[in-house]
């Protein structure tokens, strides 16, 4: 039963509950654990140790090595690192492969490039289908004797469509180039083994999308891989990220990510079953109502729905009167009315992508409010279609 107060939360790919376990563990090492970790004494260095104790865990959740692990301060941070990494390696080299979907953490870095650098780089950023997904003929053609990295995230933020990047980055490492994935969206919720996708160089990913807190991301960069800091100071992360570490966030975050190689089952189990229901139930419902993203090639959280002629904005505040949290585009670039640039880059016409609301779930969310969701959508939508001209003169 859903209680006036309660506070429907479908709004996990902009940020994440942090789990109760996570804040237990993080609890000591505010108060009576406040060593660094840097220290040569034994009180540091029990600190020290539970880092280490968080990096092994990460390391499990990726299958990778503890020491392919940089503890970073956000996903934007690490994305920033690699990219940047591979440049300054390979100074020859002046091209870069993305896509036209990716966060502005990758887009917009790319697109400012030259003046950061002080080089002219050459930026493909590669269409997308009209379902979201990459054509990997079209990828391949891109790649050029000077591409000096590929930049693909592994699943999209707004749509939740996933990037076939293992073997996007097989084709890359055949070609000796190097790829970076910018995973936020897909760690915790879909299998990731970097033992397998061996042509993976780089991988962002940022605590806050996981259950952990925001203010915490990890680097991981294969064995091997060329590597310049982006941060540059102490020694910390044996010199590859300065900064006395955010001990209490990467703490939290081991844990999480502890959570997450346990909860991964009910993410594709579960959590799917429930975007399943809302989204099924939606698209049933209310009419002139459709999906963005491919119908399976897709995270099993995310539901981007556009409700046509209505506006995402106006949506949401209908939503907000019941306490129902939920998107339109992602949390950057909400707050303007430009359609969101995913949705743009996928063909989606203007009556459709300016009344998308993204729905995002977790393993937090439960059946009671799927249904209460599914109770209050259609009069939310009828209401403001009465109110639109859009929709009356369509
Ligand atoms: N990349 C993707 C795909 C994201 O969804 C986000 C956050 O929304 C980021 C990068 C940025 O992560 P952070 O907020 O930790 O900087």
């Given at each position: 039963m859903i209680k006036s107060d309660d506070v429907i939360y479908m709004d996990n790919n902009a940020t994440t509950m942090v789990a109760p376990e996570v804040v237990e563990t993080m609890m000591p090492y505010f108060s009576e654990l406040y060593g660094n970790p840097s220290s040569m004494h034994t009180f540091g260095g029990q600190v020290?140790?539970?880092?280490?104790?968080?990096?092994?865990?990460?390391a499990e959740l990726l299958c990778a090595d503890p020491s392919e692990i940089i503890f970073t301060s956000c996903g934007t941070e690490s994305d920033s690192t690699a990219i940047l990494s591979a440049l300054q390696a390979q100074s020859d080299k002046r091209h870069i492969v993305t896509t036209r979907v990716e966060h502005p953490a990758v887009k917009n870095l790319c697109e400012s490039l030259d003046s950061l650098t002080g080089h002219k780089h050459r930026v493909t950023q590669l269409h997308v289908e009209s379902d979201g997904?990459?054509?990997?003929?079209?990828?391949?053609?891109s790649?050029?004797?000077?591409?000096?990295?590929?930049?693909?995230?592994?699943?999209?933020?707004?749509?939740?469509v996933i990037f076939p990047v293992e073997e996007m980055a097989e084709i890359a490492k055949s070609r000796g180039i190097l790829f970076h994935t910018d995973a936020v969206q897909a760690v915790g919720k879909i299998p990731i083994d970097l033992s397998k996708a061996t042509g993976i160089d780089f991988l962002s990913l940022s605590g806050h999308k996981l259950h952990a807190p925001k203010g915490v991301g990890v680097l991981y960069v294969r064995k091997g891989t060329p590597y310049a800091p982006f941060v540059i100071g102490g020694h910390q992360e044996h010199g590859r990220r300065g900064g006395t570490e955010n001990v209490t966030s990467i703490i939290g975050l081991g844990k999480a990510c502890e959570l997450a190689t346990r909860h991964i089952k009910k993410e594709n189990t579960t959590v799917r079953a429930l975007r399943d229901k809302l989204e099924n139930g939606l698209l049933k419902t209310i009419p002139n109502a459709i999906l963005n993203g491919h119908k399976t090639q897709r995270l099993p959280n995310t539901a981007n729905i556009s409700f046509e002629y209505v506006e995402g904005e106006a949506i949401l505040l209908h939503m907000d009167r019941f306490n129902i949290c939920a998107s339109s585009g992602s949390a950057c670039t909400s707050g303007s009315l430009e359609p969101s640039h995913v949705l743009r880059a996928m063909g989606v016409p203007f009556t459709a992508a300016h009344g998308s609301i993204r729905f995002s779930l977790s393993v937090y969310n439960n059946e009671d409010e799927i249904d209460f969701v599914l109770e209050k959508m259609p009069g939310i939508i009828a209401n403001l279609r009465e109110m639109s001209p859009f929709w009356h003169n369509r």
């Open positions: 020290g140790k539970e880092v280490a104790t968080a990096r092994q865990r990460v997904t990459i054509d990997l003929k079209r990828f391949e053609d790649l050029q004797d000077d591409t000096a990295i590929v930049s693909v995230m592994w699943a999209n933020n707004e749509t939740g």
